[in-house]
């Protein structure tokens, strides 16, 4: 079965609410995120909301990270996806849960583009 990408989803919960307000530094942190997976960063948007929060999208060769923050909660919602082999979401992920000082997570992979042997989707 061939698997062309991993998506993480995580929950990050009891975070640094003042680092989750930091715009510049969270753009930071999440581009340092995908260089320690091993990605190739190609574009960054990122986009601070009054009176709190921010919202966020790193774009990878092979695919992209996101981040939407409620510094008020300590919780940040963070997508990792990767296609290819090359690039381990779990290492941004851990990354991030480490520098935003989270006291718990969840997470969920999900491979996309999950094909069989005759190239079909296998799940419906």
């Excluded at 340092?32 to 986009?47: L, P, S, T, Y």
């Excluded at 989270?102 to 996309?112: D, F």
Aim: aromatic residues 8%; negative net charge; contains cysteine.
């Amino acid at each position: 079965m061939k698997v062309l990408g991993r998506h993480i989803l995580a929950e990050l919960y009891g975070c640094d609410a003042e680092l989750l307000n930091d715009c510049r530094l969270l753009e930071e942190l999440m581009v340092e995120a995908a260089v320690e997976a091993g990605a190739e960063v190609r574009e960054v948007a990122f986009h601070k909301f009054s009176p709190q929060g921010v919202s966020g999208v790193v774009v990878i060769s092979e695919s992209h990270l996101t981040i939407h923050t409620w510094p008020e909660l300590g919780y940040a919602a963070v997508d990792v996806f990767t296609c290819g082999q090359k690039v381990n979401p779990w290492e941004a992920c851990n990354y991030l849960t480490e520098k935003f000082g989270a006291q718990h997570i969840s997470a969920t992979e999900v491979k996309r583009g999950v094909f069989g042997d005759q190239g079909r989707a296998v799940n419906h």
